[in-house]
């Protein structure tokens, strides 16, 4: 059985906590595969996409910048659709999104047996905290990473199987792609900088002590004409690698 130490701070371990490189993977990895003896938790994982409406001029503004609204819109549709398309072949059946805007937009683009709750909070860090407090054990998944696979959501959810566990899924740009949590108060969250350029190590660093942490693998997520470029060429099949090419060109 695997033994496991939670994490209790990176500083005592003297890991680089700047940005979320290949090595301060492995470092983290070090720090959270001993330890603890792991008890089972096999109730259902909730999944929790965390969304905006796909509404020109009020989704991607940064990619608006190059591509126009309309057509940043579209890609931010298209990569619901991706991201709903992987959920659909992973085979898990408990399914919320917590969205922001019109919520006709966002029932357009996800599928049916989605939850839909808006997001009435005032500031990101009480919306986020919101919605990983739905349920005991979730995966949240953030929208703007549509090449996400079943294998990576299945080993979120297959580390989520333990009480007081947490799956981050950091990017490259120093955000998140998800945060899975299992019997963890989300409200550390309200400590963090939601602007800051190293969020993920901020997550990983507020998280209370004693809990078993899993850093996943790196994405890069679509936020510029650059991103959006590089995962249309690098992942053809996606639906929003069609939108993206038909918009660049």
Request: contains cysteine.
């Amino acid at each position: 059985m695997l033994q496991a130490r939670p994490h209790t701070g990176l500083n005592r371990y003297r890991i680089r906590t700047t940005v979320t490189t290949d090595a301060y993977r492995r470092g983290l990895a070090r720090i959270t595969e001993r330890g603890y003896t792991r008890r089972m938790d096999l109730s259902p994982c909730h999944i929790v996409l965390f969304a905006r409406a796909p509404v020109p001029g009020r989704t991607k503004t940064r990619l608006a910048r190059d591509l126009g609204d309309v057509a940043a819109a579209r890609v931010a549709a298209a990569m619901l659709n991706d991201i709903c398309a992987t959920l659909r072949s992973s085979g898990l059946s408990n399914k919320t999104c917590c969205y922001e805007g019109d919520r006709r937009a966002i029932v357009a683009h996800v599928d049916a047996d989605f939850e839909l709750r808006k997001q009435t909070q005032a500031t990101l860090s009480a919306r986020l905290i919101s919605a990983l407090s739905l349920k005991r054990k979730l995966l949240l998944l953030l929208a703007d990473v549509p090449q996400v696979s079943v294998p990576m959501i299945n080993e979120a959810v297959t580390h989520l199987q333990s009480p007081k566990t947490a799956y981050i899924g950091p990017v490259e740009d120093g955000g998140v792609w998800c945060v899975g949590l299992n019997d963890v108060d989300p409200s550390f969250l309200d400590k963090i900088d939601m602007a800051s350029k190293t969020f993920a190590v901020d997550v990983i660093r507020a998280l209370p002590n004693g809990v078993y942490t899993k850093l996943g693998q790196r994405l890069r997520d679509i936020d510029t004409v650059g991103d959006a470029r590089a995962i249309a060429e690098t992942y053809p099949s996606l639906k929003a690698a069609t939108i993206i090419a038909n918009a660049i060109t």
